[in-house]
């Protein structure tokens, strides 16, 4: 079976003030369909550079990014945006909804990006927000909803075109606990019902909830080992 | 078929983007909208007061009467050279004209003087046309009251008059002149009619004349400036319907230089002008001023365009995140180009039709108060329009490219 995420060689560097900073130095690793792996890391490590690359937001400057046994690395702008669109779902800290557009429009958005006619781009957004307990909520614009609806919303939005991974970028950075909670119990059933998860996060409360935790300092993968004490949320 | 209601659709979806983004910022989108407003508003009363000026000028041209040649006692300065000597018509040369060219329908000889009229205490100066009976039918003048001068009148030199309203007010007011005495540069004569008002084109004043028998007008006020006591200063020939002008104008031309014994290159001692040529010659004027117009005109549209691609570049700015966000969820770079196209197009769209309302308020209220004719069309209405979309695509252009070339992720992490 090949690897749903496969990296080689991965490095990604930046010009800052004359000086080459290597974000990503040298990363070759693979995940498997159904994983759910968190990402640590202190901040300036490389994690969330390294997600940007498999989520083909950023361009490696050398390496190779396989998602799903494609190489990416030939790939045009108008490619990636389709792979995206088709195969990963992001999740931000800062939830990035659309002010002044409702919980439903919000959802439906990357159904616009996929082709889809609007009937049925408000049908399958009607549907993920009812999976995520806001079939009440379908109008309400973002400043109307609290931050953990929101990023409930958020994560509809993300799981909309049926992504085969979730990529979530400390998707609990902006909440209190009781509401991190919440949102990591979605994950646990997500990951349950078959979606691969990468969590990019630098609490090692959320990191416990994965199964496999990897770890990265100044750009290299210093450590990637399964979890052994998970935390799995109760119900 | 799918594929195009697909692409329908998308444009429809940007269409609103735009408008719930307009909407956003509803004070800077009307603003904006009011430039091009002002621009387009320009452009098509500009647009619309050329093609006025033009019909107003052939309105005027055919007031003269559509068929008809104008020869004037004047060495034809058409070609290159100009000369200073005095030109040669007589009213012999009328007589042959009137029998030896094809459609002649009638002729009307002319001398023209300055005069003064003075009638208790007031007077007035103004131009005096010599003329025959049949002046005013060839030249399509009638009078408003009393009678034209008559073929009699002609034949007896007679010291009668008619005015035109304007010199009629000037010397009368309100009051009825109609058998009037008039002293003309001294000599006592007689008001016999007062002409119908022809108004005015250019700022002259087609109601400051005075007519009067051209046997008159010879005796008393041309006097010395003519050569000979059968000499014509101009001479207005109308021509059967159907009848080719430049043909004519040949035949005169032929019989005329003939009858002068002109040969060769030298230059012809008359000058002869068809209604067809004053019209083209006025047109070329107007359409001289209309260019001009509009080009003055477009300076302000241009400079709406100029707030658009500002605004635009205000806005791309503004929503570099919702950029970076949308290319994440797998927005390609056309949608993102076409999206903030579709956003400056409908901005402009809106400022265009509220233009084109306001130039067809403006136009209307021009041919209603300074009864000067401004027509807008419907093709000129679909022009504004299409024009404002174009205006927006041009200069919404820019800032949707540089929007479009955004990278997602630094897109994403700007604040």
Redesign the interface.
């Known amino acids: 079976m090949t690897a749903l995420v496969e990296t080689r060689d991965l490095v990604k560097t930046y010009e800052l003030g004359g000086e080459t900073v290597k974000a990503v130095d040298g990363v070759s690793l693979s995940i498997d369909r159904g994983e759910y792996v968190a990402i640590m890391g202190a901040s300036g490590s490389g994690k969330s550079t390294f997600m940007?690359m498999i989520?083909c937001?950023?361009v490696p400057t050398s390496g190779q990014v396989r998602i799903d046994g494609i190489a990416t690395g030939d790939m045009d702008?108008?490619a990636l945006?389709?792979l995206?669109?088709?195969k990963v779902g992001?999740v931000?800290q800062q939830f990035?909804l659309?002010a002044?557009?409702t919980a439903l429009d919000n959802v439906a958005?990357?159904l616009?990006?996929?082709?889809l006619?609007?009937v049925e781009r408000r049908e399958k957004a009607r549907l993920k927000l009812g999976d995520m307990g806001l079939g009440d909520r379908l109008d309400h614009s973002p400043a109307k909803l609290s931050g953990g609806q929101q990023q409930r919303v958020a994560i509809a939005?993300a799981l909309v075109?049926e992504p085969l991974i979730l990529l979530a970028d400390e998707p609990t950075g902006a909440l209190d606990t009781k509401t991190s909670e919440d949102i990591m119990e979605i994950f646990q059933h997500l990951n349950e019902a078959g979606i691969t998860i990468i969590v990019v996060t630098h609490e090692l409360d959320i990191a416990d909830h994965a199964k496999r935790r990897i770890e990265f300092r100044d750009g290299k993968v210093i450590e990637d080992r399964a979890v052994t004490h998970r935390r799995i949320p109760v119900s | 078929m799918a594929k195009f209601a697909q692409q329908a659709s998308a444009w429809l979806v940007n269409v609103s983007i735009a408008m719930t983004a307009l909407r956003t910022n509803l004070m800077r989108s009307i603003l904006t909208a009011l430039g091009v407003m002002i621009g387009v508003f320009a452009v098509t009363l500009a647009v619309a007061v050329g093609s006025g000026a033009q019909i107003s000028v052939m309105q005027s041209i055919n007031a003269l009467g559509s068929n008809m040649a104008l020869i004037f006692a004047q060495p034809d300065s058409e070609g290159s050279r100009t000369t200073f000597d005095r030109g040669r018509l007589t009213m012999r040369d009328a007589r042959a004209i009137e029998k030896q060219v094809s459609g002649v329908a009638s002729i009307a000889p002319q001398l023209r003087a300055s005069i003064q009229l003075v009638v208790a205490g007031r007077n007035a100066t103004t131009s005096a046309v010599g003329a025959t009976a049949d002046y005013g039918v060839v030249a399509n003048i009638s009078t408003e009251n009393g009678r034209f001068i008559s073929d009699a009148d002609v034949r007896s030199a007679a010291r009668v008059v008619v005015l035109g309203p304007s010199v009629a007010g000037k010397l009368f007011g309100d009051y009825d002149p109609i058998g009037e005495t008039v002293r003309i540069n001294r000599a006592p004569f007689t008001i016999v009619g007062i002409l119908e008002s022809k108004g005015s084109s250019f700022g002259n004043d087609n109601d400051d004349i005075a007519i009067m028998p051209i046997s008159t007008v010879r005796q008393r006020f041309a006097g010395d400036t003519l050569a000979g006591p059968d000499d014509l200063q101009v001479l207005f020939v109308s021509f059967d319907d159907g009848i080719s002008l430049p043909q004519a104008k040949r035949e005169m031309t032929k019989l005329l230089r003939d009858r002068y014994k002109v040969r060769g290159k030298e230059v012809n001692p008359f000058t002869i002008r068809t209604t067809e040529e004053f019209m083209k010659q006025s047109s070329q004027v107007t359409n001289i001023f209309q260019i001009v117009l509009v080009a003055i005109a477009s300076i302000s549209l241009l400079v709406g365009g100029i707030g658009i691609m500002n605004i635009m570049l205000v806005s791309v700015t503004e929503r570099t995140r919702e950029i970076g966000l949308r290319m994440a969820l797998g927005a390609r770079r056309s949608d993102i180009r076409n999206q903030f196209l579709v956003e400056a197009a409908v901005l402009c769209v809106i400022g265009g039709a509220m233009g084109l309302f306001l130039a067809i308020a403006g136009g209307t209220a021009l041919t209603v108060y300074a009864d000067f004719p401004v027509p807008i069309g419907f093709d000129v209405g679909i022009g504004a329009i299409i024009f404002s979309a174009v205006v927006g695509l041009v200069f919404g252009g820019y800032p949707a490219i540089r929007a479009s070339r955004l990278s997602p992720i630094e897109a994403l992490r700007s604040e």
């Open positions: 940007n989520g937001l950023d702008s108008d945006a389709k995206r669109n088709a992001f931000f990035n659309l002044r557009t958005l990357p616009i990006y996929a082709g006619g609007s939005r075109t």
